[in-house]
């Protein structure tokens, strides 16, 4: 078996960098966080794809901190040779439930668990992401998800980027609030700590998928969220796909049962389309037994999401067909799914037709400008942060290469290098 190093370097960024202090002594900083900082990492590379749908050959990619800042052939020393395999950024999950995990008796224990024990499995759930070559992830959301986000952003656990919605807005019809309580519910939100909003417009797919939010709720939700400078992102099916995008919210996931019209709007109107070719529903099939039975899954809920599958194949292939839809990579990882979220680009290429390389954009460049961070990750450029993985394989040739991540590196600090050839050279531990 290939020896596989992994490396814990863990980096504390220039934003959250301890301040000195005359009075009191500096906080202890760590070799390894002063290494990330000074270091100036080499990396040579045959194929790069860039993330934007271009791919670049034969280049070095120069990184000093956490920012990439040139693509140079001529530089050197080279610290990492990635040569012969596929380079690209960083990937980036629109949509996970980072804190799903299963329970101590094997059950679905979902995000409302706050045991020490959920809380190590929350951490696994990052660790395992990325490792999988995810170095961003939105989680759509708990509050749970708010101190696993802190410790990552400061280096103390290993995971992806992390943002959240803290707490849904869930749709019940009537019972949900005026327009001014659905107001107030959102900007409690952004005091909890939150980076977007997740709104529920509809039931689940397996009770049906009715609309649960009126137009004028839907409104007053992504209007507030607006005014707070946040991203609206609507769990919506069928005719909620229509409000949500006459509403101005954000991006739509899941979408399905969407008709053609309503995906020429949100074309339109340049509301992001976040859909699920398979992997989540394709989870929940296999791990049937763990969540049978624990809140929301029953019977009835798992013979619906078998024929869901077929719909939602069946719409990434009506959507990637609609001009200048912008179409961004989410796969709804809940328990059981972490680590394996690259699944979902088999299944978009493979069942949903999608072109391999609209299938990568979709996880970079695209996902990135989803997030309004389009000058921070999702291509390989100069300025932007040095979140670089490799996989052994050409992904636009065969597709199932997205299993094979060999290399993956956040904010300029190696976490993965188990390439074949590559120098073993960790920003960080020393062996
Ligand atoms: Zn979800």
Not at 200 to 208: E, K, L, T
Not at 283 to 301: F, I, M, V
Not at 325 to 336: E, M, N, Q, R
Request: proline letters at 5%.
């Amino acid at each position: 078996m290939r020896s596989v190093k992994i490396i814990l370097c863990i980096l504390i960024t220039s934003v959250c960098a301890p301040a000195q202090s005359v009075s009191s002594p500096a906080p202890a900083q760590s070799p390894i966080q002063a290494l990330a900082k000074a270091k100036r990492i080499v990396i040579a590379v045959s194929t790069v794809l860039d993330g934007k749908g271009h791919v670049l050959h034969n280049t070095r990619i120069v990184i000093e901190g956490s920012k990439i800042v040139a693509l140079d052939p001529k530089a050197g020393p080279v610290d990492y040779d990635l040569r012969g395999l596929t380079v690209l950024p960083g990937w980036i999950d629109a949509h996970v439930h980072i804190t799903w995990s299963f329970g101590k008796d094997g059950k679905n224990a979902g995000s409302g668990e706050t045991t020490p024990e959920a809380a190590y499995r929350a951490a696994s759930n990052a660790w395992l992401t990325l490792m999988a070559g995810f170095t961003t992830v939105q989680s759509v959301g708990s509050p749970t998800d708010v101190p696993l986000r802190e410790a990552i952003a400061k280096g103390t656990l290993p995971g992806p980027r992390l943002l959240t919605a803290v707490e849904p807005l869930t749709g019940r019809g009537d019972r949900t609030g005026t327009p001014d309580e659905i107001r107030a519910y959102v900007r409690k939100q952004k005091e909890a700590g939150a980076d977007l909003i997740k709104i529920f417009a509809s039931q689940s797919i397996r009770q049906g998928g009715g609309m649960t939010l009126s137009q004028e709720q839907l409104n007053a939700a992504c209007d507030e969220a607006k005014k707070q400078g946040l991203r609206t992102l609507v769990h919506a099916y069928k005719g909620a796909v229509r409000a949500a995008t006459l509403a101005g919210c954000t991006e739509i996931e899941h979408g399905t049962m969407a008709s053609d019209d309503d995906l020429k709007l949100m074309a339109e109107k340049g509301t992001y389309l976040d859909p699920q070719a398979g992997l989540v529903i394709e989870n929940y099939l296999l791990n049937k037994e763990k969540y049978l039975g624990t809140p929301g899954y029953t019977a009835e809920g798992f013979a619906a999401m078998e024929k869901v599958l077929s719909l939602n194949h069946e719409l990434v292939q009506r959507a990637s067909k609609i001009p200048g839809l912008k179409i961004v990579f989410g796969t709804d990882a809940v328990a059981g799914a972490h680590g394996r979220n690259a699944e979902e680009f088999i299944d978009r290429v493979r069942d949903g037709g999608v072109d391999p390389m609209a299938a990568m954009v979709s996880a970079n460049s695209s996902g990135a400008e989803a997030m309004g961070l389009a000058d921070q990750i999702g291509s390989v450029a100069p300025g932007l942060q040095a979140d670089i993985i490799a996989l052994e394989g050409d992904p636009l040739k065969d597709i199932t290469a997205v299993r094979r991540v060999v290399f993956v590196m956040k904010g300029g600090v190696v976490y993965k290098n188990a390439a074949r050839g590559a120098i073993p050279v960790y920003a960080g531990v020393q062996p």
